[in-house]
């Protein structure tokens, strides 16, 4: 397996001689990280400009976004109070805010309540979840002509026609549901409407991307979850997952599954982007990659060292038992290992790549805005979803497609996995 392999040769030094590894035969990195990375060619393609046909485009299509961290956000930089951080202003410490979501043309908004997986560990998860979703749904109470909360394709179509944005909640991580089935129906009871299986960390029951395996892809329990989702017709998301488990969920859901943030591994060697013999299922299965923006994750070059940085960040949590202290660590590590932001371009180029080995019915967009620091040229903000219009335009995607990706593919697959669902 690719990423198996890519695994094995990650594996890097920290400062002081401390060593860790996400596969089990541990190969040492040949070099280390530049201080300042080199432009990479693609930093330097021509700047997408919008046209007319673009603008109308965009203009008649229903832009869906998969994943927006905006949510935390708000709680960590404002103590979760629309009042200290009012979003129909513009708010310059975070990539979202009323007016650049209307500049950007967004129909519908996956909000993720994610929370971190410490809490997991602390039996807290839960708990800050709830909280989350409240925050979710006061800022629907706060902004009422702005947003209104979507639980299905039909109310994202209803919602999009009365001229506001559709906002859905995504539940990041199974840490969330601390083993419990019936957590996992009272968040779809509260309106999440689809749940990443896992985050950062492998769990007991789903293997991450980003960690050891500890349960060789979808445990029992796993599957317990994907088919209880399947029977509520909850939207099971792989990303972050491993590939082992990216497959194991394949090989059971009577669902298609959906990818809210994720991009492509042949383009990008992260653990956490979608190898190429998942596209292959994923177009079989009907499913959506919808595309990540993050740097780290689109910039090929760019990969290397956000997957180091996660080692890094793993190492200093053992070392430190204080967050404080982690993030600072992380912050002087991260000054001294650059990497590259890339454009807009590297982001057409994921698109193309699975156009090519899935089609672009199975594409749609998952910005990750809020929960990612570096983002590509002509992507940094929610106001950029039209240049993303005219890149594909540009590489010569017929309107039709180009409607399917900004939107119609994840109304279609979302529509599917309710019509699965066990009607009570
Ligand atoms: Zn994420």
Known sequence: MQVRFLATVIYCSLAAGAFTTFGTSPVRCAETTAPEAANTNAAERAEVVLTEHARQLHAASLVVDGHNDMPWEIRKQASSSFEKMDISQPQPTLQTDIPRLRQGGVGAQFWSVWVPV?????????????EQIELVKRMMARYPDTFELALTADDIERVHRSGKIASLIGVEGGHCIEESLSALEKLHT???RYMTLTHTDSLNWADSGTDEAR???????GQQVVRKMNELGMMVDLSHVSAKTMHDTLDISTAPVIFSHSSSFAVCQHPRNVPDDVLTRLKKLD?????????????????RITIESSLVKREFKKRYDDPLR?????????????????????????????AKIAGPEQIGLGSDFDG???????????????FITQGLIDRGYSDEEIKGMLGGNLLRVMRKVESRAVKK
């Open 215 to 221: 349960s060789n892809g979808l445990a029992p329990f």
């Open 372 to 386: 990612v620091e570096l983002l590509p040229k002509q992507l940094e903000d929610v106001g950029c979803y039209p």
């Open 118 to 130: 410490d809490l997991g560990y602390r039996g807290e998860a839960l708990a800050t979840t709830l």
């Open 190 to 192: 509260l309106g999440a």
């Open 287 to 303: 499913g959506v990659v919808m595309l990540n923006f993050y740097s780290g994750y689109v910039v090929p070059s760019a990969a």
């Open 326 to 354: 982690v993030e600072q660590e992380m912050k002087r590590w991260q000054a001294k290992h650059k990497f590259p932001r890339g454009s807009i371009h590297d982001l057409l180029d994921h698109v193309d790549q699975i």
